[in-house]
């Protein structure tokens, strides 16, 4: 049984996704919080396998308390999200600060519970389950017992340097059995089935004009920060354009690129009608809308379109990927962490046209359902941790 610990300054709110997540009898809702103290007091109490967190509270909002949380009693965390600007901001800074994923309280004018209770349940139970939340939690767990080791005033110094070093000795123990812990929560994959089959090369990276000039990134659960540690980590004069199709609200894709735009040496802009393929610039499909691309011309450029509006997901990381396709050879196609086979199919079409293709391992995405589609496909060129794949992604645009 999974147990969720609800953080909401609205009791209508809280009662309401007690509701939606007691329907799946695998989840259990072990208690409520108006404000972050309550919500701190009750972690320790009741010990939840998860958070659900508002952001906005009184006394003690959501960040506050994610931060405090994080460095003292690591936990899972959803955040349950106002659909506005700030509030994308907020969940963003939310991300970098540990949550694992989010959900909107407004969908198109009504309210999350009406509408998402089955998105809800699975994506509790499928960050609660995920090998990547288990040592990441252990990691952060790790460091809490390092950073313990306090000084300890006694009547002598003789007795200061024994109780000192009793307390290392001890923070010392704590940490090798933290250490032991997160050795033991290590799941090893079959080879071939979401282990990373990428080693990073001793070699310097290559240079000049490359091969591939085509980066489309297929991305949803636990994306935003992932692919924020991919693009921050590539140069300036990354040779290739990237699109990215990330599952992501209307209103948070805006705050999202300009986020990445922030902290990226290379451009990151959200993606418009009609912009020109150019090296060295990202583009972030608009939540809502999907991006392909379409030759005019000699030469492609971005097409981003409401249609089709039966898809699922909007953006689809099926139709990105079908339509690089037509650029075949140019195209290297990431899949990265993400629930359900969204991008698969049409991995498979960039696949028989001539594109290289990296799926990110199982132990480092938050949900391991996109890369495994694409993995259990047969289709991939490399499983890549996510700590190496801007290593792979700049050599795989020369192959």
């Known amino acids: 049984m999974i147990k969720v610990l609800v953080v909401d300054d609205s009791t209508f709110m809280r ?3 007690t509701r939606m997540l007691t329907s799946d009898p695998e989840i259990e809702v072990v208690g409520q919080a108006g404000d972050g103290i309550e919500a701190l ?8 396998d998860l958070i659900s967190l508002d952001l906005e509270m009184p006394r003690m909002g959501g960040l506050e308390m994610l931060e405090k949380m994080m460095r003292d009693t690591p936990k899972p965390v959803l955040v349950i999200s106002s659909l506005t600007y700030e509030g994308a901001e907020a969940t963003l800074k939310a991300l970098e600060l540990g949550a694992l994923d989010y959900m909107p309280k407004y969908v198109e004018g ?20 995920s090998p990547s939340t288990r040592l990441f939690l252990a990691k952060l767990r790790m460091k809490a017992v390092k950073s313990s080791v306090v000084a300890v005033r006694t009547p002598s110094a003789a007795s200061a340097e024994t109780a000192a070093a009793s307390s ?7 940490a090798n059995a933290a250490n032991a812990k997160l050795s033991s929560l290590s799941i090893k994959a079959v080879p071939g ?15 000049g004009r490359p091969n591939r000039d085509i980066v489309a990134i297929s991305v949803s659960t636990g994306g935003p920060p992932a692919v924020q540690k991919v693009l921050t980590a590539l140069p300036e004069n990354f040779p290739a354009c990237i699109l990215i199709a990330q599952h992501m609200p209307a209103a948070f894709t805006g705050a999202f690129a300009k986020r990445l735009d922030s902290l990226c040496k290379i451009t990151v802009k959200e993606a418009k009608n009609g912009d020109p393929i150019i090296p060295g610039i990202a583009y972030v499909c608009p939540g809502a809308q999907h991006i392909s691309i379409t030759i005019k011309g000699a030469l492609p450029q971005i097409k981003v379109s409401p249609e089709p509006t039966t ?3 909007k953006p689809c990381a099926n139709i990105l990927n079908q339509s690089v396709s037509i ?7 990431l899949t990265m962490t993400g629930m359900g086979a969204d991008g698969c199919e049409g991995s498979k079409a960039l696949k028989a046209k001539g594109g290289y293709l990296i799926a990110q391992s199982e132990d480092t995405c938050v949900v391991y359902g996109m890369p495994r589609a694409v993995v259990e496909a047969k289709i991939f060129n490399d499983i890549v941790d996510l700590d190496d794949i801007s290593d792979a992604l700049i050599r795989a645009l020369y192959k």
């Open 15 to 17: 009662n309401s996704l």
């Open 327 to 333: 650029m075949g050879n140019k195209v290297v196609g």
């Open 110 to 129: 009504t309210t999350v519970f009406a509408i998402a209770q089955k998105e809800l349940t699975e994506k509790v139970k499928a960050l609660v389950k």
């Open 193 to 207: 089935q979401g282990q990373a089959t990428y080693v990073r090369p001793n070699e310097p990276l290559p240079t």
């Open 311 to 313: 898809e699922i997901y």
């Open 41 to 48: 007091e009750k972690i320790k109490e009741l010990n939840p």
């Open 168 to 174: 290392v000795g001890s923070a010392a123990a704590q």
